[in-house]
């Protein structure tokens, strides 16, 4: 019987920095959009929509949610590797994970392009 | 082979007797932050695309966003996007080796507490 790895810590580097790639880029589109909320001051529903339907920002915001996506991804797949160590249920969760971070990637991108 | 390397080492792994230092708090503060984010992605999602969609759906995102126990919520998760976001930064940082020496690691430790907690009630008093 072949006792393949089908879970486990060896996707190594490539993630680990996929992992601080992401995490750059959501920190300065933190900052990024901080400021210009700061002096936008958007107060009423049309300015605040006014703020995201701007392409820039658009992009901007959209390149932020798959960043914090895959980010995520990489997060919370290494927190159930490191606590749940039973196969079936691991694989489980990461499936469940991926579908789920697919899906909010849809919905980031609803959201966005209504606007 | 597994077992010539295992040592018989007393080991303490009771979390109720461990006295985490400084630096351990910020790591996993860090993980709990993380991975509070991702269950709430979904909460966060709804309120973003509520405050964006129309202007009743914006209203509607109003209300919601003004009940209390909504507001509980959106405190816990200011406060761990802010230690997450600070944290993370100080990771970075170690990772291209910067104030790796002990001292200056538990110093980047406090500081990270220092402008995660009052950054957090900024915000807070801004944004709610
Ligand atoms: C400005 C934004 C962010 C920065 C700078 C950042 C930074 C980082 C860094 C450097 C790590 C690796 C830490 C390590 O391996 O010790 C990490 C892990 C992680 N991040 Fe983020 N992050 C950000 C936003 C987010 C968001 C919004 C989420 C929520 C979905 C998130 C979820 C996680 C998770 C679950 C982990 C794994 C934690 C662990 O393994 O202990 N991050 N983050």
């Known amino acids: 019987m072949i006792n393949r790895i089908v879970v486990g810590a060896h996707y190594g580097l490539k993630d680990w920095i996929a992992q601080r790639a992401t995490a750059v880029v959501m920190a300065v589109y933190s900052v990024l959009i901080a400021a210009v909320l700061l002096v936008v001051r958007p107060a009423t529903f049309e300015a605040w929509q006014g703020v995201f339907a701007n392409g820039v920002i658009k992009f901007l915001t959209f390149l ?12 919370v797949r290494d927190i159930w590797m490191d606590y749940v160590k039973p196969v079936g249920v691991r694989l489980t969760l990461h499936v469940l994970t991926i579908c789920a971070l697919v899906g909010y990637t849809a919905w980031a991108a609803a959201i966005l392009w209504r606007l | 082979m597994a077992e ?125």
């Open chain 2, 4 to 128: 010539m390397t295992i040592k018989k080492r007393p080991k303490n792994l009771d979390l109720t007797t461990i006295r985490l230092p400084l630096p351990g708090k910020v790591s996993i503060l860090h993980r709990v932050s993380g991975a509070g984010l991702f269950l709430c992605l979904p909460v966060i999602l709804w309120l973003f695309g509520a405050s964006l969609g129309s202007p009743e759906s914006f209203a509607t995102f109003k209300s919601v966003a003004g009940m209390l126990p909504v507001k509980v919520i959106l405190a816990g998760l200011l406060w761990a996007f802010v230690h997450h976001f600070c944290a993370g930064i100080r990771f970075l940082l170690l990772d291209i080796h910067v104030g790796i020496e002990k001292e200056a690691a538990r110093q980047s430790a406090a500081v990270v507490f220092a402008v995660s907690i009052p950054l957090t009630l900024i915000l807070w008093g801004v944004l709610l």
């Open chain 1, 64 to 75: 932020f949610f798959v960043s914090l996506f895959y980010h995520a991804w990489i997060g």
